[in-house]
């Protein structure tokens, strides 16, 4: 019983600095991106993340980099990311070109 609550403490950790990390890279590079927890019913991925960026940044450039980021993260952590990139909000309500990130 405690090994499988001490995995379970591991994974939480390894979770948590998974998320740290990408917050970080996100935010080094888009300084005003909005992230929030993506509540989708995927199995493979362990944390899904929704990034929003203003105008002024390409989705499909923000897209292929956080390819890359979720990749880096993958390899040395073993944590599976899934990420959505969209705009922020507008003030009608709409939100446009959102692309999905394996």
């Known amino acids: 019983m ?10 939480g950790r ?11 890279r996100v935010h080094e590079r888009y ?10 019913p995927y199995t493979d991925e362990d944390l899904t993340i929704e990034v929003s960026l203003p105008e002024g940044y390409a989705l499909r450039e923000a897209n292929d980099e956080l390819i890359r980021f979720c990749l880096e993260i993958e390899d040395e952590l073993g944590v599976s990311i899934l990420t959505q990139v969209s705009r922020f909000i507008t003030k009608e309500g709409d939100t446009s070109n959102t692309m999905s990130v394996p």
Request: glycine residues 0%; positive net charge; charged residues 25%.
């Open 31 to 40: 300084p005003h991106a909005v992230m929030t927890t993506l509540d989708v």
């Open 2 to 11: 405690k090994v499988t609550q001490q995995k379970k403490k591991a994974k």
């Open 14 to 24: 390894t979770l948590a600095d998974a998320a740290l990390r990408l917050s970080q």
